[in-house]
Every structure is written in structure tokens, then in C-alpha cells.
Nanobody, 114 residues
Framework: QVQLVESGGGLVQPGGSLRLSCVASTNAFRLYGMGWYRQAPGNQRELVAHVTSGGITNYADSVKGRFTIARDNAKKTVYLQMNSLNPNDTAVYYC????????WGQGTQVTVSS
């Protein structure tokens, strides 16, 4: 069982930045692909960004050039740096660890509003 704890969400004005963090409980963190997903009210959960165990990243088209995913295996942590936020980014953001199976965090709310 892998526990994931997200932090860093909050209220930010349009154009602002936030950095989300997700700390994993597993000592095998380096073997996991790590992803950030989000779900806005009335919408399905969607992939925002993903980083493989080897460090290869991919992003949703809607966040390319604005968001950056990074992992620190020594700290068992994955980050999501979010810049140039707009109201369409408002959602609950979830961290996921994927190897043999997928694990999910409890989510952190990001609200972009003036």
C-alpha cells in the first residue's frame, strides 16, 4: 500500500503561480511513474502531467508551456509547478503513483479567481 499526500493548493489570482507537492510513503518511489491529474466540477478526471520512472515527461496540451512536473527520488516527492494560471485550471488536483497498480492521493483544491 502506497500513501500519497498532496499539498500546495489554494486560491490564486489569474496569472499567478502555485507549486504542488506530493510525498509518497514507498521506498520504491523511484520505480513508480508519477502523475498529476485534475477534476473540475461536472468533469471527468483528466491527466495534467506525468513523469516516468526514467524521467520522461508528458503534458496535457492545455498546460504545455505553463506547468512543469519534476520528481525528487531522494525525497520521494513529485512536484507540479503551475505558472500563468487561469480560471480554467480550477480543479481538485490529484497525485497518482503507478507501477503494478495505481495509487491516488486525497487531492488538493486549486482555485484561480480574482
Amino acid at each position: 500500500q502506497v500513501q500519497l499526500v498532496e499539498s500546495g493548493g489554494g486560491l490564486v489570482q489569474p496569472g499567478g503561480s502555485l507549486r504542488l507537492s506530493c510525498v509518497a510513503s514507498t521506498n520504491a518511489f523511484r520505480l513508480y511513474g508519477m502523475g498529476w491529474y485534475r477534476q473540475a466540477p461536472g468533469n471527468q478526471r483528466e491527466l495534467v502531467a506525468h513523469v516516468t520512472s526514467g524521467g520522461i515527461t508528458n503534458y496535457a496540451d492545455s498546460v504545455k508551456g505553463r506547468f512543469t512536473i519534476a520528481r525528487d527520488n531522494a525525497k520521494k516527492t513529485v512536484y507540479l509547478q503551475m505558472n500563468s494560471l487561469n480560471p480554467n485550471d480550477t480543479a481538485v488536483y490529484y497525485c497518482s503513483a503507478q507501477w503494478v497498480r495505481a495509487y491516488w492521493g486525497q487531492g488538493t483544491q486549486v482555485t484561480v479567481s480574482s
